[in-house]
């Protein structure tokens, strides 16, 4: 019995660890193809639409949120700060709030938002499991695209700053490789 104890117990601990640290990383289902910035095309807090197309080239960090969301709250000033210091290297924060269109102009007017804000009131959980969230309408979830505009990496929860750098300098490293129309 104890000798099964000893096998049970650790194998139980590295699967509940094995759990945890999955939702802590990447929600991102290999098997499908891999969501393109592209496929983004949604009215701004001005009511103009917005094509993710139009950031090609460039490291785009969609971050979900919602103006009724502490936790996403909580992680905004990173996103602002992000932006501010990598712009010039190529980065790109775009905002998809899950929310009223004036919420999140009168959020991101006090909180001095300085990227893009898409609204999204419908088709939410759609749009994020199909972007690795397959908790479909939990929020904050970010996703990474690179820059010829695919997938790189997910997050579900409040990004901290290391974790937010580790998923990104790579991604500003990599060198942007145009589509051969050939």
């Known amino acids: 019995m104890k000798r099964a104890l000893k096998l049970i117990v650790p194998g139980a601990l590295a699967l509940l660890l094995g759990g945890y640290l999955g939702l802590q990383k990447t929600h991102f289902n290999l098997s499908t193809p891999p969501a393109l910035i592209s496929d983004i095309s949604l009215p701004d807090i001005m009511d103009e639409v917005?094509?993710?197309?139009?950031?090609?080239?460039?490291?785009?960090?969609?971050?979900?949120?919602?103006?009724?969301?502490?936790?996403?709250?909580?992680?905004?000033?990173?996103?602002?700060?992000?932006?501010?210091?990598?712009?010039?290297?190529?980065?790109?924060?775009?905002?998809?709030?899950?929310?009223?269109?004036?919420?999140?102009?009168?959020?991101?007017?006090?909180?001095?938002?300085?990227y893009p804000s898409l609204i999204l009131t419908t088709g939410g959980s759609e749009l994020m499991i199909s972007q690795g969230n397959e908790q479909g309408a939990a929020l904050p979830f970010t996703a990474f695209f690179n820059r010829?505009?695919?997938?790189?990496?997910?997050?579900?929860?409040?990004?901290?700053?290391?974790?937010?750098?580790?998923?990104?300098?790579?991604?500003?490293?990599?060198?942007?490789?145009?589509?051969?129309?050939?």
């Not at 094509?51 to 990173?78: D, R, T, Y």
């Open 50 to 114: 917005q094509s993710g197309g139009q950031w090609l080239g460039k490291v785009v960090v969609v971050n979900h949120w919602a103006s009724w969301c502490p936790p996403c709250i909580k992680e905004i000033p990173l996103l602002i700060d992000v932006q501010e210091r990598y712009q010039q290297q190529g980065l790109q924060v775009v905002g998809i709030a899950h929310d009223k269109v004036e919420a999140a102009r009168i959020f991101g007017d006090q909180i001095g938002i300085n």
């Open 148 to 182: 010829e505009g695919k997938l790189a990496s997910t997050k579900l929860g409040i990004l901290e700053n290391n974790e937010l750098l580790e998923i990104i300098e790579p991604l500003l490293a990599a060198k942007f490789t145009p589509p051969n129309d050939s």
